[in-house]
């Protein structure tokens, strides 16, 4: 079993930037593909960006490319999520996920699920 854990979230002006973590603990970090996906009230659960196992391959949504940057640590079991430019629109529950090796970006791919972390971009 595999616990994720979410940090960094909060408060920030538009134009500001912030830097999600997921510390996976119980699991083989290594071998699974880590996906970002945030969920504003009222809204479905909108994939945001994703990496494979070993950290070579990325996918990101066409709403945040460009200013979201995903990437891990294997050594340290983190996967973090750079989010810099963030409009208003950003604001949501920030959740991290994992799934075997191969990254996915649709939520019913991804095995285990953090609690999420609330980011909220101010205008």
């Known amino acids: 079993q595999v616990q994720l854990v979410e940090s960094g979230g909060g408060l920030v002006q538009a134009g500001g930037s912030l830097r999600l973590s997921c510390t996976a603990s119980?699991?083989?970090?290594?071998?699974?593909?880590m996906g970002w996906f945030r969920q504003a009230p009222g809204k479905e659960r909108e994939f945001v960006a994703a990496?494979?196992?070993?950290?070579?391959?990325?996918s990101t949504a066409d709403s945040v490319k460009g200013r979201f940057t995903i990437s891990r640590d294997n050594a340290k079991n983190t996967v973090y999520l750079q989010m810099n430019s963030l409009k208003p629109e950003d604001t949501a529950v920030y959740s991290c996920?994992?799934?075997?090796?191969?990254?996915?970006?649709?939520?019913?791919?991804?095995?285990?699920w953090g609690q999420g972390t609330q980011v909220t971009v101010s205008s």
């Open positions: 119980g699991g083989t970090f290594s071998s699974y593909a």
């Open positions: 990496i494979n196992s070993s950290g070579g391959r990325t």
């Open positions: 996920a994992a799934r075997n090796i191969y990254l996915a970006i649709l939520p019913r791919d991804y095995l285990y």
